[in-house]
């Protein structure tokens, strides 16, 4: 994986239009943005293009429009708060073919350091299946384009891959440049030990990562309702636990790979069970033993217990690099969360560098308080994911390399 991309700062933009590609799709709440998290992300890119003096043109999507334009998915809003958050005016092109009459208009006045936002790409159909005419009708706005939109990366859509076959001169953003410097050293070139800590639901979601990881780290941990199947596999029983009787096999497998190549693969010893989920939301919660044939017929395993806490602890005290991603449990119940708070935790006080890999863990990370400690949280759930399985990014590859 070639991670020596031409970067922002290689290139000098002034008095030249660059596209960037970024990442804005927020939540809204009835035209609202409840969380601006991912437009804050990309202000230093978009700040160091204005201070070059480059013709900043930005370009992203936003949710899933499904027929063409709909008024709920405009980006108007962020526009609004892009102007609040740079201190200087962003014109929004409102244009349903987003580059219409007045992204052309806006486009053709702009001075250099100025600012203009498109409408979600999405409002076209060509843009997730990657089509003509729409990339070469992007591209002709700019003369470089620059991608720092990395929860996108995995797709190759117009506005990630396509506009980059008529824009020769191609960069990745500050936000793209750490996703690749963190992600993809961490899984290439780790610092070692090297621990990764898989969780969620379904083995299913996680079959590649958890085979390229075992492959690169020195211990792999598992939690999260997968964790069953594991156990499952190993003879041991798990009452009314999630299991993915399809994947017995696979985990079985997986254990003797890391029998076979030395490799310590941790799983639960004990889980905090019910009788109930989730009904009634207080149902009682009792800590069952999991290493055997141990969790009874009519009881459901719902996060990791405190033998398994202190064990999944102590094997990431002594790392020097840990990548997470997966929660232990139903983190969403606070009485299941336990689990959760004690990897976040037992990261957050390790001298290693800590990278959560995006989507319900980063979540977690951030609701928990824990982020601030943290050496980073990928913005990407399903781009990090990818990225962990080994696989080569479009909205990657297209940059070109140093």
Not at 240 to 259: F, G, H, P, R, W
Not at 332 to 353: C, F, M, Q, Y
């Amino acid at each position: 994986m070639n991670l020596n991309k031409v970067s922002v700062d290689d290139i000098n933009v002034a008095g030249k239009k660059v596209l960037v590609r970024c990442d804005f799709n927020v939540p809204l709440k009835e035209g609202v943005i409840t969380n601006d998290n991912r437009i804050t992300a990309a202000l230093p890119t978009i700040k160091k293009l204005i201070e070059q003096g480059g013709k900043v043109i930005l370009c992203s999507h936003l949710g899933k429009p499904k027929n063409g334009p709909e008024e709920k998915f405009s980006l108007a809003p962020v526009a609004v708060r892009l102007s609040e958050l740079l201190g200087q005016d962003v014109v929004f092109a409102n244009d349903d073919e987003v580059v219409g009459e007045n992204a052309k208009k806006a486009v053709a006045e702009m001075k250099d350091g100025d600012v203009v936002l498109l409408q979600n790409t999405r409002f076209r159909k060509e843009e997730t299946k990657n089509l003509e005419p729409f990339s070469s009708e992007l591209a002709s706005l700019a003369e470089v384009f620059v991608m720092d939109a990395f929860g996108s990366a995995h797709r190759a859509h117009c506005s990630t891959a396509g506009v980059t076959e008529h824009i020769k001169d191609t960069a990745v953003g500050y936000l793209m440049q750490k996703e690749i410097a963190f992600l993809g050293n961490a899984v290439e070139e780790p610092v070692r030990p090297f621990v990764a800590i898989l969780g969620g639901a379904k083995v299913a979601d996680k079959l590649n990562v958890i085979n390229n990881l075992l492959e690169k780290c020195d211990t792999l941990i598992i939690g999260g309702g997968m964790a069953y199947t594991f156990i499952k596999a190993q003879g041991g029983s798990v009452g009314t636990s999630l299991v993915d009787d399809t994947k017995i096999d696979y985990c079985l497998e997986m254990i003797n790979k890391a029998k076979e190549m030395g490799k310590e693969l941790l799983l639960p010893v004990d889980a905090m069970t019910v009788k109930d989920f989730p009904d009634p939301i207080d149902a009682p919660i009792e800590v069952t033993p999991c290493a055997a044939n141990e969790i009874p017929a009519d009881i459901m395993g719902l996060d990791i217990g405190p033998k398994t806490q202190e064990l999944y602890a102590n094997a990431v005290k002594n790392a020097k690099t840990v990548v997470w991603n997966g929660p232990m449990g139903v983190f969403e119940n606070p009485s299941l969360a336990e689990g959760t708070i004690a990897v976040a935790k037992a990261l957050a006080e390790t001298e290693a560098t800590t990278i959560i890999g995006g989507g319900d863990s980063a979540a977690a990370v951030i609701n928990l308080g824990f982020a601030d400690k943290m050496s980073h949280i990928s913005t990407g759930g399903g781009a990090s994911l990818e990225y962990l399985e080994g696989k080569v990014l479009p909205g990657v590859a297209v940059i070109a390399n140093k």
